[in-house]
C-alpha cells in the first residue's frame, strides 16, 4: 500500500511540475513582448521587454534583434541587448518633440541562424485623445 501511495504522489507531483514549466517551442524560436501597445508622448522614451523562446536546437544560437518596419518620423528604437545569447532584452522606443502624431504600428524583430521572426507593436504617439484605428 505504501509503494503504491508514493507512486501517486509522484504521478501527481510529475503531472504539476509539466503544467507549471515554461513551453519551449518545439522547433526554432518565438519572440514576445512585455506590451503590445504603447501610448507615448512627444519628447518622451518608454520600454518593452522582449523575450525570445528557443528550442533544443537553437539555444545557442545568437540573437540580432531588429526592425522588419520603417520607423515614424522622430521615432527611434534602441535594444540593449541588441546582439548576443539572452533570453530577454530592452526595446527603448523614443519619440522626438516633432514625431509624427498618430497611430504606427512597428515590427519588432529577432533573427537567428539566418531565420527571422518579428511581432507587432502599437504606438500611440500624442495625448489620451488620440484612438487606435
Known amino acids: 500500500m505504501k509503494k503504491i501511495l508514493t507512486l501517486a504522489f509522484v504521478f501527481a507531483f510529475a503531472i504539476v511540475s509539466a503544467q507549471t514549466k515554461t513551453e519551449l517551442p518545439r522547433t526554432e524560436f518565438t519572440i514576445d513582448l512585455s506590451e503590445s501597445s504603447l501610448l507615448i508622448k512627444p519628447g518622451e522614451s518608454k520600454q518593452v521587454t522582449v523575450s525570445i523562446a528557443r528550442s533544443k536546437s537553437y539555444k545557442k544560437e545568437n540573437a540580432l534583434l531588429g526592425l522588419q518596419s520603417s520607423l515614424p518620423q522622430g521615432v527611434t528604437v534602441s535594444f540593449e541587448p541588441k546582439e ?21 504600428q512597428l515590427i519588432l524583430s529577432a533573427e537567428l541562424s539566418r531565420k527571422r521572426k518579428g511581432t507587432i507593436l502599437k504606438v500611440t504617439i500624442g495625448g489620451e485623445q488620440i484612438t487606435a484605428k
Open 84 to 104: 548576443g545569447n539572452f533570453e530577454s532584452s530592452i526595446a527603448t522606443i523614443s519619440v522626438a518633440t516633432d514625431a509624427t502624431v498618430g497611430v504606427h
